[in-house]
């Protein structure tokens, strides 16, 4: 091989190196995204629940008011 064509094939290799780390950095912040969509999202769902909750009461207790009178 010749110098010029070991100097290219450097040149790709640490374009290489540097794109698999860029991609690296880019998955774990996906990844951590990910982590804080899915903690929120279960955190919506409680909350859901909670509100859903509290208007089934509401409904049982506005159900009974008018059954007593």
């Not at 010029?4 to 640490?14: C, G, Q, Y």
């Not at 860029?22 to 955190?43: C, G, I, P, T």
């Amino acid at each position: 091989m010749e110098d010029a064509d070991l100097h290219l094939l450097s040149t790709k290799l640490d374009q290489l190196i540097q794109r698999i780390e860029q991609l690296k950095a880019e998955n774990q912040q996906l990844r951590a995204d990910e982590l804080a969509w899915r903690k929120e999202r279960a955190h919506l769902i409680e909350k859901n629940d909670m509100a859903r909750l509290k208007i089934e009461s509401m409904i049982t207790r506005l159900k009974a008011l008018e059954q007593d009178s």
